[in-house]
């Protein structure tokens, strides 16, 4: 299996400007988490699906994010407008709801918003 | 927020066993113990999770102790590709609850 695969691995882009960030989960995988990891901040999940259903968005910063999962194999991260301070590295994991809970990391997109 | 608390950093010699504090005094009942650890510039990798007993599996051992307020990650024989953050969380693992919540962990330098 490929893992999960998360495009691009870079961006950078100007404040104001439209930013997709994009993930495959691992197939079969029912669970899918949007992270954020920064130097202040450390690792914070954003919003997590279950089955292609939105179950916590508690940790979406603003209304400038949002997250949708079309498909159980495709998900995206969009922020708009964007600011300096979303500059970060975003995670993309998937993972099972059954059996044990491990969830699977993608490499990264480090977004730079100048 | 994070219910662990971990040494911010800690030093191995190469071929030796480390051996990682938490402590989770607060745990409930039905939280397990999860491992995480992020090399540099890489996503979390898991390593191992338990519930009471202690767990072994071909990356690590977990040892919790008997009233399951700290817990201990050993790494038999450390190589210096085991240099990374090593994050301990407790998370809920029943109803559908699916969050990791990532404390500050602990730094892991495995010397030659």
């Known amino acids: 299996d490929a893992g999960v695969i998360q495009s691009p691995r870079h961006e950078v882009t100007e404040m104001g400007q439209e930013v997709t960030l994009r993930c495959k989960p691992i197939s079969g995988h029912n669970s899918l988490f949007w992270y954020r990891q920064t130097m202040m901040r450390g690792l914070e999940l954003l919003i997590y699906f279950n089955n292609n259903v939105p179950i916590d968005d508690s940790g979406m910063p603003e209304d400038r994010f949002s997250a949708k999962m079309p498909n159980a194999s495709f998900s995206t991260l969009k922020i708009q407008p964007s600011e300096p301070r979303d500059s970060a590295v975003y995670f993309c994991?998937?993972?099972?709801?059954?059996?044990?809970?491990?969830?699977?990391f993608g490499p990264g997109t480090r977004l730079t918003v100048l | 927020d994070a219910k662990t608390t971990q040494p911010p950093s800690m030093d191995c010699a190469e071929g030796r066993a480390a051996n990682l504090p938490c402590n989770h005094s607060t745990i409930s009942g039905n939280e397990y113990v999860y491992w995480y650890r992020q090399i540099h510039s890489q996503g979390p990798q898991y390593i191992i999770h338990?519930?009471?007993n202690n767990e072994t599996n071909e990356m690590a051992s977990l040892i919790i102790t008997e009233d399951r307020k700290s817990s201990t990650l050993i790494l038999p024989h450390a190589t210096l590709r085991d240099t990374a953050v090593y994050y301990c969380?407790?998370?809920?693992?029943?109803?559908?609850?699916?969050?990791?919540?990532f404390g500050k962990g602990t730094k892991l330098t495995v010397n030659p």
């Open positions: 338990g519930l009471k």
């Open positions: 994991a998937s993972g099972r709801l059954a059996g044990v809970r491990e969830q699977f």
């Open positions: 969380i407790v998370r809920f693992d029943q109803g559908g609850s699916e969050k990791l919540v």
